[in-house]
């Protein structure tokens, strides 16, 4: 595995993995020798980009609304949707499933597109996204809550 890797599935600061490979050489040439998607499988962690079963039971809304039995979703999807509801309880939900990084990453990654978007969309209403996203409220109150987690 390369570093970037190790450090977004064991959810890990670059610098501990840093003091790893120097003070506990054994554990971090373990870990660079492991094939990333054989761990990955091991320990039950998936990426932005992989289709997994969504159980609609685990949330208190289903977003997914085409069906009530569990469907295959993206993850990144998955995250990106249950944020936009601004539900405490579905907000921790992701935290457990995926990691206060990965929800934080795609929270980061959603207000960055709509600010370079430059406007919302709502009912055909318009609205204009000035300043930085990092200033906005919501973005404020679910950073908040992921902290929180």
């Known amino acids: 595995m390369t570093q970037q890797q190790i450090v977004k599935l064991l959810d890990l600061p670059e610098r501990t993995l840093r003091d790893w490979k120097k003070s506990r050489i054994r554990l971090y040439t373990l870990l660079e020798n492991i094939d990333y998607e054989e761990a990955k499988n091991k320990i039950a962690v998936v990426d932005l980009d992989d289709t997994i079963e969504f159980n609609p039971k685990d949330f208190s809304v289903n977003i997914f609304w085409q069906t009530n039995q569990k469907s295959y979703q993206k993850v990144y999807s998955i995250i990106s949707n ?4 601004l539900n405490r309880e579905d907000i921790n939900t992701l935290c457990g499933k995926f990691g206060k990084n990965m929800v934080r990453a795609v929270l ?6 709509l600010y370079k978007k430059g406007y919302i969309s709502t009912s055909g209403v318009d609205i204009k996204l000035n300043g930085n996203y990092k200033e906005n409220p919501i973005y404020k109150e679910i950073l908040g809550v992921i902290n929180d987690f």
Do not use: F, I, V
């Open 82 to 85: 249950y944020l936009g509801t």
């Open 108 to 113: 980061e990654d959603k207000y960055k597109k």
